[in-house]
T-cell receptor
């Protein structure tokens, strides 16, 4: 499976935008880029996913580099509730199964 | 609607005992997954059920671990002769696979925290 690289941790101030980077230099043409997050003492929850084009939803935006070797999850206005571990994951449409291979993720700290 | 539920939320057992963990997926979801998360570690895939197909057991760490899914709905993860290294949070997820494979969202339950003394 193609691998992703994320910083171990990041800090941001409340009510400011947060840019969470992810490198996936070995991504294949059939890999989708997904982001999940895990709030303290909870199971992971889906945030957003994309293939080539930038994506927006009510939770976040996903900016994908033109060569697809990196992507950035953007939280437009961080709140204390956004403190979580954020996982950047590649999922291959050709693999024929649906299990998620999680890495270590980025622990995001929000400062009040 | 109701999300994925798991029971018990916490389980403390003695080394060598068997435990059963239950997962109730979202109604209508055909795919069900088990993961575990040890203290300070990332999430590790254990097993995957999809409809009537044979389960993908490739992530089970030993033959002490088994899982079944009855009637395409509820699933039970069984750990026999528990060891201290089995202590972890066991998470269940389900998805509907309506659009196929990697674009389907997995919905996770709150997990069962297992402590083996």
């Amino acid at each position: 499976d193609a691998k992703t690289t994320q910083p171990n941790s990041m800090e941001s101030n409340e009510e400011e935008p947060v840019h969470l980077p992810c490198n996936h230099s070995t991504i294949s043409g059939t890999d989708y880029i997904h982001w999940y997050r895990q709030l303290p003492s909870q199971g992971p929850e889906y945030v957003i996913h994309g293939l080539t084009s930038n994506v927006n939803n009510r939770m976040a935006s996903l900016a994908i580099a033109e060569d697809r070797k990196s992507s950035t999850l953007i939280l437009h206005r961080a709140t204390l509730r956004d403190a979580a571990v954020y996982y950047c994951i590649l999922r291959d449409v050709l693999r024929g199964d649906d299990k998620i291979i999680f890495g270590k993720g980025t622990r995001l700290h929000i400062l009040p | 609607g109701a999300g994925v539920s798991q029971s018990p939320s916490n389980k403390v057992t003695e080394k060598g005992k068997d435990v059963e963990l239950r997962c109730d997926p979202i109604s209508g979801h055909t795919a069900l997954y088990w993961y575990r998360q040890s203290l300070g570690q990332g999430l590790e895939f254990l097993i995957y059920f999809q409809g009537n197909s044979a389960p993908d057991k490739s992530g089970l760490p030993s033959d002490r671990f088994s899982a079944e899914r009855t009637g395409g709905s509820v699933s039970t993860l069984t750990i026999q002769r528990t060891q201290q290294e089995d202590s972890a949070v066991y998470l269940c997820a389900s998805s509907s696979l309506t659009s196929g494979g990697p674009t389907d969202t997995q919905y996770f339950g709150p997990g069962t925290r297992l402590t083996v003394l």
